[in-house]
């Protein structure tokens, strides 16, 4: 008989500072060495219901608790969140705000440090967990020095560090690029085999999770538990369309192809899938729907020249980039962290002086020009909208670079209320940003850069951290933006965004520039794929698997199918 | 955008061997001594060791030569600014004058503002040398440590530590947040009105105080899941414990400490007055 | 000190407070075209943080936060201004327990009461504590060090006046209030 490890009987929650109940009804029983994936949109209670299994509910968000949540046995409500932590390992999403050490190995101690724990077994223990996770040579970095999946390794390692059973990870590829994301689902996947610790990941990135095994999927949305059905059982049925979780792509492409997906065919991954009973289907389907190729006018916006640039002569952090961007273009420029995305966008912007080349708006060299000025041709909006907002209302944070340009109040008014209807806010134009959603307080910084009347702006990961009904309101809400005449720079490492939204793409490495063509291409090249830490999209290898000659050729039509299905 | 600033360098010394421990104790009573006494042999005698203390370290001047620039030209200021505001302080002082040089109005140089300048320069010129040795050798993780051992509660050690962990992190949020406020067209450098000004830093400081308030909630249940604060007393990684040397050194701070307060008030004054 | 006055958020609310205050010492100075004299941004954060985490947080980011400041920046710490700091940080967080920022709750009345608080503590600080230490310790003329105390008293007594004023109505804005909001045609 399986052993119990979570018990959930008809539990609810309700935070104090909130008018209704976050999770209510909720059964669930995880058993002994379990791996199990919790999805659900945003706002649905999965992470609420991971703060009930680690203790930050109700200790840390006080709140109401009826019914019972039980771990090992031990009612939760009666314990602390110390004696909970003991029990219960967990890796945060967001890997600078919980990585608090000044090195690694004091950061993976943390939780032996705080139990008073002698030094010679802190080092014991620090590196038996370290070499679990493979961070064992960077023990003494500082969190500056590591990347993003290093943190996460480092954090995962302290959290096992005293022996937990139960390993609970909150969105854990939220702030991760492609390849790092499928190394760390991996990695996962690597400890629970090795411990059979009890695993439980909450996500919403489902095609992710699904790179690794998962004994069982519990979808949540709007505080219930809506299945708790097996991976295979799960994707055969409409559950994920209707609560708004994207399915893997290739399912997606089997769905348009008109085929069934039954358990029978074992769609939990590519490897398993049955694809013999459809493939006629699939071809059948390739053939019928073309692609019209467009014609991109040639109207060159911004052009760079040779671009140069490093805080120090010898340390060049760009090297000779030039590209050119076409009017009307919605582009995206990827590459891995720490390539020189972000540098080129300053550069672009004027944050930062280029030490040799030139950049050129509609013709005219932007290098004599201040900030300020360029603020008037190229928008640039931060990743988190709160990094940019700082007045109260709307109005008032629309109209703030007008102000400090000197312009008239009369003017201000036409202008913030032409801007807040392009950007779907007029309605709101008194509310105060405070009750805003993320996405809405999105466009209200686009809104901000759009009214001082550039045609180009540029977005450092426009969706980052959102889900698939937030990531699809963003976007269309760009997409329809490009429609009326702006030119779109994203910077990004979502595959989905660029190859569904974007027309053409320029990868950085090492603060070069490696390749610059259609993404579908550019998804296509292994060497590229490699140096820009991306990972292939699914399609190609379901393309591949049903014998298709030309897996390129399909990945094109399967997006343009797919865009005008959602009707873009 | 990289700013000089002073951190650790790893090397191996007499002095980096010392615990953090040992080199706090050692510098906060080395700091007391310079600022009760005015007796200047002491201060001749501690600027000397300063040096050779420092020399013994083994870290290259050009590490900290920038600080040390602005350091002195911080003393030169200052020491005009002392002659214009007072130039008889040093006549107050030990009551006697000895006119060197009559300049204009009542401003003469005497013996006794030089003696006294000298002294106070002397002052910031024994203790600088050992600041910036302890802010060079002492590793950031183990100086946390060291507070909590010289008993320092470990809540506030571990605030420090916190600090410096996130002091990059904010300085890097602060960037970023004034670059996209300055596309938009703050200018703080140009000329106007103060409260214009200030009403603009508000643009750059709300952003930023929002981060860190949301920072706050997430590291306080970040530390809270991994057990801060549930015990009485917590261990650390970074400390090290004492050795020889340490109460050696320890040793002969407290000697030299009790030493000096017993030259220095063995007359009854704090200043050694070589006027009479 | 025990663990009621230093919860595990007030501890996150130093180091964080102290990281903040030092990055605005060094990056957030304004020039008032005085010469020599400064706005000072972090002492308008420091009153704010000081009226939501209460005097110790004042106090300790006070302290901590300008010693760290002068130690990476200027190589030694100056200790008679480290503890106006920190005495402005702790007066504030005393004397405004009963302005209730937190729950959004910064009227006219508040606003008169933060002010006078800070007139007071700030006097406190930089025209009697900061230069009655400096001829203390270093021995100073007592005229150069009272008009320094004044300059830099005034000019904090400004910052936290105008910018620290707007920072706690700001931040009680977004506290979540009851009320409907409508769509506007």
Not at chain 1, 26 to 45: D, H, M, Q, V
Request: glycine share 6%; hydrophobic share 45%.
């Amino acid at each position: 008989m399986r052993k119990p490890v979570i018990e959930f009987t008809n539990f609810s929650f309700h935070y104090r500072t909130q008018s209704s109940p976050t999770l209510s009804g909720i059964n669930l029983t995880i058993y002994e060495g379990e791996k199990i994936l919790i999805i659900g949109p945003s706002g649905s209670g999965k992470s609420t219901l991971g703060h009930c299994i680690n203790g930050l509910v109700p200790f840390f968000y006080p709140g109401e608790i009826s019914g019972s949540l039980k771990i090992f046995g031990k009612e939760t409500k009666k314990e602390s969140i110390f004696k909970l932590s003991s029990m219960v390992g967990t890796v945060l999403q967001d890997p600078d705000a919980q990585f608090i050490g000044l090195t690694a190995a004091e950061d993976i101690a943390f939780k032996l440090e705080n139990q008073f724990v002698p030094q010679e077994e802190l080092f014991e223990s620090v590196n038996r967990v370290a070499d679990l996770v493979d961070m064992k040579e960077h023990l003494e970095s500082t969190p500056q020095d590591l990347s993003g999946g290093q943190k996460q390794r480092v954090t995962l390692a302290g959290s096992m560090i005293d022996d937990v059973n139960i390993l609970l990870f909150d969105e854990p590829l939220a702030n991760l690029d492609p390849a790092t994301g499928k190394i760390a689902i991996e990695l996962i996947d690597r400890i629970h085999k090795q411990t059979g610790k009890t695993t439980i990941i909450i996500e919403h990135r489902l095609e992710d999770v699904l790179h690794g095994e998962v004994d069982r999927i519990v979808i949540i949305d709007e505080g219930c538990i809506l299945a708790d059905l097996t991976p295979n059982e799960l994707l055969s049925s409409n559950l994920l369309i209707d609560t708004g979780i994207r399915e893997p792509l290739y399912l997606t492409a089997l769905r348009y192809a008109g085929c069934t997906i039954t358990p029978m065919l074992k769609p939990k991954s590519l490897k398993t899938l049955n694809i013999e009973v459809n493939k006629t289907k699939l071809h059948a389907w390739y053939e019928s729907v073309g692609y019209a190729e467009k014609k991109q006018k040639n109207d060159v916006l911004l052009e760079l020249k040779n671009i140069h640039f490093g805080y120090s002569k010898t340390k060049e952090i760009i090297k000779d980039v030039s590209f050119k961007i076409n009017k009307g273009e919605l582009l995206s420029l990827i590459g891995k962290n720490g390539a020189g995305k972000s540098t080129l966008a300053k550069l672009i912007c004027g944050f930062y002086l280029p030490t040799a080349g030139e950049i050129l708006y509609e013709g005219e060299n932007l290098i004599e020009q201040s900030i300020k000025e360029r603020g008037d041709h190229i928008g640039f909006v931060l990743q988190n909208p709160n990094q940019m907002i700082s007045q109260n209302f709307i109005f008032d944070e629309v109209a703030l670079g007008l102000k400090f340009r000197g312009v008239a109040d009369k003017e201000i008014k036409d202008k913030v209320f032409h801007a807040l209807k392009i950007c779907g806010l007029y309605e709101l134009r008194n509310w105060p940003i405070s009750a805003l959603s993320f996405g809405q307080k999105k466009r209200v910084t686009i809104a901000s850069v759009l009214v001082l009347g550039p045609k180009l702006i540029l977005l450092d990961e426009p969706t980052a951290g959102q889900d698939y009904k937030h990531y699809n309101e963003i976007m269309e809400f760009l997409w329809n933006l490009n429609q009326q005449g702006i030119t779109i720079i994203m910077i990004t490492h979502d595959m989905h965004l660029m190859l569904e939204y974007t027309n053409r793409a320029i990868v950085i490495s090492e603060g070069q520039k490696i390749r610059e063509d259609e993404p579908a291409n550019i998804l296509a090249d292994e060497d590229v794929i490699r140096l820009a830490n991306l990972k292939e999209t699914s399609l190609y290898q379901l393309a591949n698997k049903a014998d298709f000659f030309d897996q390129r050729d399909f990945v094109k039509r399967f997006i343009h199918f797919d865009r005008r299905t959602r009707q873009l | 955008m990289n700013h000089k600033i002073l951190s650790y360098i790893h090397q191996e010394s007499p002095i980096h061997r010392l615990t953090g421990a040992a080199k706090l104790i050692g510098f906060i009573l080395w700091s007391l001594i310079a600022m009760i006494t005015y007796d200047t042999r002491i201060l001749v005698v501690m600027f000397i060791l300063g040096i050779m203390i420092f020399l013994s370290s083994k870290v290259e001047f050009r590490y900290i030569s920038f600080v040390f620039y602005i350091f002195l030209l911080f003393l030169f200021i200052n020491n005009i600014a002392i002659f214009l505001f007072e130039p008889m302080q040093g006549v107050e002082m030990y009551h006697t004058k000895h006119e060197i040089l009559h300049i204009i109005g009542h401003y003469t140089l005497t013996a006794e503002q030089l003696f006294y300048q000298f002294n106070l320069t002397l002052k910031y010129l024994t203790i600088i040398p050992l600041a910036l040795l302890f802010m060079v050798t002492t590793h950031p993780s183990e100086f946390a440590a060291s507070l909590n051992k010289i008993g320092v509660s470990y809540r506030i050690a571990y605030a420090v530590a916190l600090a410096l962990r996130y002091i990059p992190d904010i300085q890097r949020d602060y960037q970023n947040i004034s670059l996209a406020q300055q596309a938009r067209g703050i200018d703080l450098s140009k000329k106007q009105k103060l409260t214009k000004k200030l009403r603009y830093a508000s643009s750059i400081l709300m952003p930023l105080i929002f981060l860190s308030l949301n920072r706050i909630e997430t590291i306080s249940a970040a530390i809270e899941l991994r057990g801060f604060g549930s015990q009485k007393r917590r261990s650390w990684y970074h400390e090290r414990p004492f050795t020889k040397e340490d109460y050696l050194a320890i040793m002969l701070i407290i000697l030299l400490f009790v030493f000096s307060m017993i030259i220095t008030f063995l007359d009854g004054n704090r200043f050694y007055n070589p006027f009479r | 000190m025990n663990s009621k006055v230093l919860s595990i958020k007030t501890v996150v609310a130093i180091g964080i407070g102290a990281a903040v205050f030092i990055i605005l010492s060094r990056f957030g100075s304004i020039p008032t075209g005085i010469p020599n004299t400064n706005v000072e941004t972090s002492y308008a954060f420091l009153a704010l943080m000081s009226l939501l985490y209460g005097p110790v947080a004042g106090l300790l980011i006070g302290l901590i936060g300008h010693t760290i400041k002068d130690a990476v920046f200027y190589g030694a710490p100056w200790f008679s201004w480290i503890i106006a700091s920190g005495v402005v940080g702790l007066l504030i967080g005393l004397a405004a327990s009963r302005i209730k920022l937190r729950d959004g709750k910064f009227g006219i009345k508040a606003i008169i009461s933060f002010n006078i608080i800070q007139v007071i503590t700030n006097s406190i600080a930089w025209f009697l504590i900061a230069p009655t230490l400096d001829i203390f310790i270093y021995a100073e003329p007592a005229n150069k060090v009272y008009i320094q105390g004044l300059v830099a008293g005034a000019a904090n007594i400004v910052t936290v006046g105008v910018l620290g004023t707007l920072l706690a109505i700001a931040y009680a804005k977004t506290r979540p209030k009851k009320g409907s909001l409508t769509r506007e045609l």
